[in-house]
């Protein structure tokens, strides 16, 4: 493999917004695991360490390789809580691209993560992670996050909601929906 064919994408934001179910699902799909690792069942790749089991909370960095495309991606799980800011330096300063994971709303760690990319000029996306819960409003955290971030916040995919449920999503530059069905998968409308 050459260096040029190596990604190193490192997942950055607050804790408890997912990151380390976001890399897990990665993994999943990508084909580099047989199962959905869970934080709460305590059988993530990425949260292997008693403590962190224990916690239900990423206390160190942790990377895993998928394969995608051509390319090899190393996915570095970065802890949320700052107390462990120095595992979310480490995986920065590594790190090719990054991955901002938020939820909920904007917070400080979402903020810092921003910051920790900028400090790198990485190229990054903000991921707007548990859409699938009852109370999620992607409008009022997108809202926070070009607040706060400025214009360069711009929406890539919208969320498609019915009855307080993800239903599917619309692709912001061609306009398209896809609908979820009954297995999860995505669907051309």
Not at 36 to 45: C, K, W
Not at 63 to 84: E, H, L, Q, R
Not at 114 to 143: C, E, H, Q
Not at 145 to 164: E, F, H, M, T
């Amino acid at each position: 493999m050459k260096s040029s064919d190596l990604r190193n994408v490192v997942l950055l934001g607050h804790g408890g917004v997912g990151k380390t179910s976001a890399a897990e699902a990665m993994l999943y799909n990508a084909g580099a695991t047989d199962r959905l690792g869970r934080i709460n069942e305590g059988n993530t790749v990425l949260d292997y360490d008693q403590e962190e089991i224990r916690r239900q909370a990423s206390v160190s960095l942790a990377i895993a390789p998928f394969d995608w495309k051509n390319s090899t991606v190393n996915i570095i799980d970065t802890p949320g809580y700052f107390d462990f800011a120095g595992e979310m330096l480490e995986g920065v300063s590594v790190a090719d691209s990054a991955v901002i994971v938020a939820a909920g709303a904007m917070s400080v760690g979402t903020e810092k993560a921003w910051d920790f990319a900028n400090s790198r000029n990485l190229p990054r996306v903000i991921f707007v992670n548990k859409m699938n819960d009852d109370t999620a409003d992607f409008d009022k955290i997108y809202g926070e996050l070009k607040d706060v971030l400025g214009r360069s916040c711009v929406a890539l995919q919208l969320p498609i909601r019915k009855n307080n449920k993800l239903v599917g999503i619309v692709d912001g530059i061609t306009m398209e929906a896809s609908m979820f069905d009954q297995d999860g998968n995505l669907t051309e409308c």
